[in-house]
Nanobody, 123 residues
Framework: QVQVVESGGGLVQPGGSLKLSCAAS????????MKWYRQAPGKERELVAV???????NYADSVKGRFTISRDNAKNTVYLQMNSLKPEDTAVYYC?????????????????WGQGTQVTVSS
C-alpha cells in the first residue's frame, strides 16, 4: 500500500505565502506525475499544478506566476510554493500521486490521494 500525506496548510493574509508539502511512502517502485488539486466550498475539485518525474511542470491559468510546484524524487515528496495569495485561493488542497508498484514481479500503476490540507486566505 501507499500513503500520501499533505502538510503546510493554514490561515494567511491576502498577499502572503504558504508552502505545502506532500510525501508518499510505502510500496513504491517509482512515482510518475504528482499533482496538486484544490476544492473550494460548493465547487468542483480543480487541477492546480502538475509535475512529471522528469520535472516538467504545468499550471492552471489562475495560479500561473504565483504558484510553483517542485519535487524531491529522493524523498518522494512534492511541494507547492504559493505566493501572492488571494481570498479565492481558499480551498482544501489535495495531492495526487501516480505510483508504479511491483506486485509479485508485475508492474502496475495506481493513483493515490492525500487527505487534504486546508488553506484559508483572509484578513
Amino acid at each position: 500500500q501507499v500513503q500520501v500525506v499533505e502538510s503546510g496548510g493554514g490561515l494567511v493574509q491576502p498577499g502572503g505565502s504558504l508552502k505545502l508539502s506532500c510525501a508518499a511512502s510505502g510500496s513504491i517502485f517509482v512515482i510518475n506525475d504528482m499533482k496538486w488539486y484544490r476544492q473550494a466550498p460548493g465547487k468542483e475539485r480543480e487541477l492546480v499544478a502538475v509535475i512529471t518525474s522528469g520535472g516538467s511542470t504545468n499550471y492552471a491559468d489562475s495560479v500561473k506566476g504565483r504558484f510553483t510546484i517542485s519535487r524531491d524524487n529522493a524523498k518522494n515528496t512534492v511541494y507547492l510554493q504559493m505566493n501572492s495569495l488571494k481570498p479565492e485561493d481558499t480551498a482544501v488542497y489535495y495531492c495526487h500521486a501516480d505510483v508504479t508498484q511491483n506486485g509479485y514481479g508485475r508492474l502496475y500503476t495506481q493513483g493515490y490521494w492525500g487527505q487534504g490540507t486546508q488553506v484559508t486566505v483572509s484578513s
